[in-house]
């Protein structure tokens, strides 16, 4: 291979060795890099890296015979292959355009210009150059592209100056591949960083690639060589990958009816509302939302969103809309509840083999289905949210803003005067009506442009192919809860509230289900009684309740729940307020040791007791007679005259 000097490039280039030197050392130009005598670095190029003019000069200059390769592309060479103009980029095409609009020009200058042809042509270069002071232009480039448009040779009027070049770099394969080991991690290195981590790899393992080309290359082949795809996978991780690169499937809209598809999910007002108690707090929709025309079909607004919220608010759509096909939900325990949607991808390997009573989503013959776990596609009722926080909490004083930053300055003052507080009853009515009856009334933005400029009812009502409905005692069986199974015991069958257990009982259910597996069905608005059903699915019969909590609490589930809570609470005070009086009364003292210590001040005062009388007194039976029973003692009283007198009697019968 035939290696040239700077110099010699320089010279055959008609350009500085300065500039040679800068072109090698960002990456334009390959070269090989020796050591001179004076230890100074020596630039080689190889002479492939010149074009096939430089190339011929070379050889010519030289008095060297000129490769065969080259003699044979000189005289193989034809004209460019033919490209229509729609076949070029937009950038070229425009280039393209502006060459012709100067050779017109041109034209046009030479023809009306007194001057004769040559230096009318001349002028014409000049004026262009001070109108246009970026254009490469020149006499002979004029002719060129005169020549190229002659012969319909669009191409010939493009500029492809470095075109040669292109898709080439100085940097080795094996530096290239260290680098990007570095640079595609998730560890996300700078490109500075990657590439000083390449050159000590390139410095302990391969030292024959030394020295490496200048950071500015590897910078630029970042930039140009590296699919987006390929470095956000390797950079940010799959995840980033599937929400940004990865294809996906684009929903369809136009064959799409209304109530084919329902979409849930929770929101949290950014409006601060007052309870009954007066605290200051923020409540949550729960909605499903028609996916063909966009109209909020079910709402609840409550205090924290949960299946049982769920639940009412699929019931207030299917009341006023019927009952859909298809629902979309996330993964919240609200919709992957056992006894609403079912587990979805919760349910465990050993819950398999269990029995599980059918959910309400299946009793209503709805498909439930899950958005991919954590996937960024799949919030698509977020753009409804976005509306209802624009066009509805806005609306009121109250308004917090989703952020710090978004937070009117007024919020504050609202909220010490307290008077203009919403009240979650006022706030809930209006949330209902505003969904209603002005969201829902709002122009159609939906995917299918037939459909603009009609409202989202009105795109509702025209595609609603069919209407399912049940009749109300039908809904409220498919809308009750279940639970899970459960053996018939002693005390019948029960609910778990708020952690008591609520007991539900006849004789019918014990002498003929005691023992057997069964599961029950209840309306948590009146838990007054359950429905009991079999394995198989069959309704067996309805049992009372047995607890007087629920008659003393009343007959909902939340209601009885909230009750056994404040019990549980009070209890719990009382117990803190029982323990902390008496730790108040007696410190760290038990009461035995007061006692004692009482005990052994008195001990001490306590005087020596001296009767005047002692007397002993027996009853009439003997001992023998009438044994004394355990621990009884005999009442005696101690006469010491007649004591004294019986002993001188002794005396004086010895």
Same mark, same amino acid.
């Given at each position: 291979?035939?290696?040239?000097?700077?110099?010699?490039?320089?010279?055959?280039?008609? !350009?500085?060795?300065?500039? &040679?030197?800068?072109?090698? #050392?960002?990456?334009?130009?390959?070269?090989?890099?020796?050591?001179?005598?004076?230890n100074r670095k020596k630039y080689l190029i190889p002479i492939e890296e010149l074009t096939e003019q430089e190339q011929l000069k070379y050889y010519k200059s030289h008095a060297i015979d000129i490769p065969e390769n080259l003699l044979a592309n000189k005289?193989?060479?034809?004209?460019?292959?033919?490209?229509?103009?729609?076949?070029?980029?937009?950038?070229?095409?425009?280039?393209?355009?502006?060459?012709?609009?100067?050779?017109?020009?041109?034209?046009?200058?030479?023809?009306?210009?007194?001057?004769?042809?040559?230096?009318?042509?001349?002028?014409?270069? +000049? %004026?262009?150059?001070? =109108?246009?002071?970026?254009?490469?232009?020149?006499?002979?480039?004029?002719?060129?592209?005169?020549?190229?448009?002659?012969?319909?040779?669009?191409?010939?009027?493009?500029?492809?100056?470095?075109?040669?070049?292109?898709?080439?770099?100085?940097?080795?394969?094996?530096?290239?591949?260290?680098?990007?080991?570095?640079?595609?991690?998730?560890?996300?290195?700078?490109?500075?960083? !990657?590439?000083?981590?390449?050159?000590?790899? &390139?410095?302990?393992?391969?030292?024959?690639? %030394?020295?490496?080309?200048?950071?500015?290359?590897?910078?630029?082949? @970042?930039?140009?060589?590296?699919?987006?795809?390929?470095?956000?996978?390797?950079?940010?991780?799959?995840?980033?990958?599937?929400?940004? !690169?990865?294809?996906?499937?684009?929903?369809?809209?136009?064959?799409?009816?209304?109530?084919?598809?329902? &979409?849930?999910?929770?929101?949290?007002?950014?409006?601060?509302?007052?309870?009954?108690?007066?605290?200051? *707090?923020?409540?949550?929709?729960?909605?499903?939302?028609?996916a063909r025309s966009g109209i909020f079909t079910g709402c609840y607004v409550t205090d924290a969103p949960s299946s049982q919220a769920t639940l009412i608010a699929l019931r207030k759509g299917i009341a006023k809309y019927g009952i859909p096909e298809n629902?979309?939900?996330?993964?919240?325990?609200?919709?992957?509840?056992?006894?609403?949607?079912?587990?979805? *991808?919760?349910?465990?390997?050993?819950?398999?083999?269990?029995?599980?009573?059918?959910?309400?989503?299946?009793? #209503?013959?709805?498909?439930?289905?899950?958005?991919?776990?954590?996937?960024?596609?799949?919030?698509?009722?977020?753009?409804?949210?976005?509306? @209802?926080?624009?066009? %509805?909490?806005?609306?009121?004083?109250?308004?917090?803003?989703?952020?710090?930053?978004?937070?009117? /300055?007024?919020?504050?003052?609202?909220?010490?005067?307290?008077?203009?507080?919403?009240?979650?009853?006022?706030?809930?009515?209006?949330? /209902?009506?505003?969904?209603?009856?002005?969201?829902?009334?709002?122009?159609?933005?939906?995917?299918?442009?037939a459909d603009s400029g009609k409202t989202r009812m009105q795109v509702y009502r025209e595609q609603l192919k069919e209407k399912r409905v049940a009749s109300e005692l039908d809904l409220n069986l498919m809308l009750m809860r279940s639970t899970k199974s459960?053996?018939?015991?002693?005390?019948?069958? *029960?609910?778990?509230?708020?952690?008591?257990?609520?007991?539900?009982?006849?004789?019918?259910?014990?002498?003929?289900?005691?023992?057997?597996?069964?599961?029950?069905?209840?309306?948590?608005?009146?838990?007054?009684?359950?429905?009991?059903? $079999?394995?198989?699915?069959?309704?067996?019969?309805?049992?009372?309740?047995?607890?007087?909590?629920?008659?003393?609490?009343?007959?909902?589930?939340?209601?009885?729940?909230?009750?056994?809570?404040?019990?549980?609470?009070?209890?719990?005070?009382?117990?803190?307020? %029982?323990?902390?009086?008496?730790?108040?009364? #007696?410190?760290?003292?038990?009461?035995?040791?007061?006692?004692? =210590?009482?005990?052994?001040?008195?001990?001490?005062?306590?005087? /020596?007791?001296?009767?005047?009388?002692?007397?002993? *007194?027996?009853? $009439?039976?003997? =001992?023998?007679?009438?044994? @004394?029973?355990?621990?009884?003692?005999?009442?005696?009283?101690?006469?010491?005259?007649?004591?004294?007198?019986?002993?001188?009697?002794? +005396?004086?019968?010895?």
């Open positions: 291979m035939t290696y040239l000097t700077v110099k010699e490039v320089a010279d055959l280039k008609g !350009c500085s060795p300065q500039y &040679i030197k800068k072109i090698i #050392l960002d990456g334009s130009l390959l070269s090989k890099v020796s050591v001179n005598k004076n005289k193989e060479k034809t004209q460019r292959p033919h490209k229509e103009f729609d076949e070029f980029t937009a950038e070229q095409r425009e280039e393209i355009a502006e060459w012709i609009r100067i050779l017109n020009a041109w034209d046009e200058y030479c023809a009306t210009s007194k001057l004769q042809k040559v230096p009318a042509t001349e002028k014409f270069v +000049q %004026l262009q150059k001070v =109108a246009n002071p970026d254009l490469n232009i020149s006499k002979g480039i004029l002719y060129r592209k005169k020549a190229a448009l002659k012969a319909d040779d669009l191409a010939g009027l493009l500029d492809n100056r470095g075109s040669w070049k292109k898709g080439t770099s100085s940097i080795p394969e094996e530096a290239w591949q260290c680098f990007l080991s570095f640079y595609l991690d998730e560890a996300q290195h700078p490109i500075q960083a !990657c590439y000083e981590y390449t050159e000590m790899w &390139i410095k302990r393992e391969a030292p024959q690639l %030394l020295p490496l080309p200048a950071y500015a290359s590897f910078y630029r082949k @970042v930039q140009t060589a590296i699919p987006k795809p390929v470095e956000i996978m390797g950079r940010e991780g799959m995840k980033a990958f599937r929400d940004r !690169c990865a294809p996906y499937i684009r929903r369809t809209y136009e064959g799409m009816a209304s109530n084919e598809w329902w &979409i849930a999910d929770n929101h949290t007002f950014d409006v601060q509302t007052k309870g009954e108690s007066g605290s200051i *707090h923020r409540l949550y929709l729960t909605a499903f939302f028609d629902i979309y939900v996330d993964n919240g325990r609200e919709f992957l509840t056992f006894d609403v949607g079912g587990l979805g *991808h919760r349910l465990k390997k050993s819950q398999k083999a269990k029995f599980a009573p059918p959910p309400v989503f299946e009793r #209503l013959g709805i498909k439930m289905t899950n958005a991919i776990v954590r996937n960024a596609k799949a919030k698509i009722i977020e753009r409804r949210f976005r509306d @209802v926080k624009d066009r %509805l909490s806005r609306l009121f004083p109250t308004y917090t803003g989703g952020n710090v930053v978004e937070r009117p /300055e007024r919020l504050k003052k609202v909220i010490k005067d307290n008077d203009n507080i919403p009240t979650d009853y006022e706030f809930t009515q209006a949330v /209902e009506d505003i969904l209603t009856y002005y969201m829902n009334e709002k122009p159609y933005s939906g995917a299918v442009n459960q053996k018939v015991g002693r005390r019948g069958v *029960h609910l778990t509230i708020a952690g008591e257990k609520i007991d539900y009982y006849n004789d019918e259910l014990i002498l003929n289900y005691f023992g057997k597996e069964m599961y029950c069905r209840y309306d948590p608005e009146d838990i007054s009684t359950v429905r009991v059903y $079999d394995l198989n699915d069959n309704y067996i019969m309805t049992v009372p309740v047995d607890n007087e909590a629920v008659l003393t609490y009343g007959s909902s589930k939340d209601a009885v729940g909230q009750a056994l809570r404040k019990v549980r609470s009070l209890e719990k005070l009382t117990k803190q307020e %029982l323990k902390a009086s008496q730790i108040t009364a #007696l410190g760290k003292k038990t009461a035995l040791e007061i006692v004692l =210590a009482a005990a052994e001040e008195n001990k001490a005062k306590a005087e /020596e007791i001296n009767p005047k009388v002692i007397s002993v *007194h027996r009853a $009439d039976e003997t =001992a023998e007679q009438l044994p @004394v029973a355990v621990g009884q003692n005999n009442i005696v009283k101690i006469d010491k005259a007649k004591m004294i007198r019986n002993l001188e009697e002794r +005396q004086r019968e010895e």
